[in-house]
Nanobody, 126 residues
Framework: QVQLVESGGGLVQAGGSLRLSCAAS????????MGWFRQGPGKEREFVAA????????YYADSVKGRFTISRDNAKNTVYLQMNSLNPEDTAVYYC???????????????????WGQGTQVTVSS
């Protein structure tokens, strides 16, 4: 049974930091590109960051580049999202996702991600 369980969300003031975690099980974690997406109030779900399965290369949306860092620990089947310098526009439900096996491109496309977590709420107050 595939599971992706996010944690670490919460309420933080603008300028603050949070670290999200996503624990995965039920599939071969090391062969999947892992991603984070978010969905703000009244908005479409959007790409935030991804980390490639083969070499840990990372990819970011322009809106978070330089502030967010994605990382993974294959020994723990866990992916992380360190979020710094948060602002109210970062308020959203954050979703962890696992790609189809051996994904080699288009890391920002939702359709390339097969498994999704339930999401964790991040609220940034001004």
């Amino acid at each position: 049974q595939v599971q992706l369980v996010e944690s670490g969300g919460g309420l933080v003031q603008a300028g603050g930091s949070l670290r999200l975690s996503c624990a995965a099980s039920g599939f071969t974690f090391s062969t999947r590109t892992m991603g984070w997406f978010r969905q703000g109030p009244g908005k479409e779900r959007e790409f935030v960051a991804a980390i490639r399965w083969s070499d840990d290369s990372t990819y970011y949306a322009d809106s978070v580049k330089g502030r967010f860092t994605i990382s993974r620990d294959n020994a723990k089947n866990t992916v992380y999202l360190q979020m710094n310098s948060l602002n109210p526009e970062d308020t959203a439900v954050y979703y962890c996702a696992a790609s189809k096996p051996a994904l080699s491109g288009s890391y920002d496309l939702r359709n390339n991600f097969y498994y999704w977590g339930q999401g964790t709420q991040v609220t940034v107050s001004s």
